[in-house]
Nanobody
Framework: QVQLVESGGGLVQAGGSLRLSCAAS????????LGWFRQAPGKEREFVSH????????YYADSVKGRFTISRDNAKNTVYLQMNSLKPEDTAVYFC???????????????????WGQGTQVTVSS
């Protein structure tokens, strides 16, 4: 099994940037499709971004498109989420997730991912 640990969250002013990291252990991340999700208080967990197990394709929620970038460093067994131009509505706990599959059309559903990190808090002040 793969274990995931997120880091990099914190408090930032609107317009600022953060880079979240998700370090994997136990298995190599190159075998997994990867996702980032977030959950604000009182709301359901929502899709942020997805990266296929292989190939360059990435996917983003409309709310973050053009501001967030997902990437992976296989040598470090780590996936990143670069977040720019942050807004107060980006405030949430952010989770990385992994699924041992190539491509699924419902990559935006949390149910497709079998492995999750513990989450890291991102707070954007106005």
């Amino acid at each position: 099994q793969v274990q995931l640990v997120e880091s990099g969250g914190g408090l930032v002013q609107a317009g600022g940037s953060l880079r979240l990291s998700c370090a994997a252990s136990g298995r190599t991340l190159s075998n997994y499709a990867l996702g980032w999700f977030r959950q604000a208080p009182g709301k359901e967990r929502e899709f942020v971004s997805h990266m296929m197990r292989s190939g360059p394709m990435t996917y983003y929620a409309d709310s973050v498109k053009g501001r967030f970038t997902i990437s992976r460093d296989n040598a470090k067994n780590t996936v990143y989420l670069q977040m720019n131009s942050l807004k107060p509505e980006d405030t949430a706990v952010y989770f990385c997730a992994a699924g041992m599959w190539g491509f699924r059309s419902n990559y935006y559903s949390p149910r497709e991912y079998g492995y999750w990190g513990q989450g890291t808090q991102v707070t954007v002040s106005s």
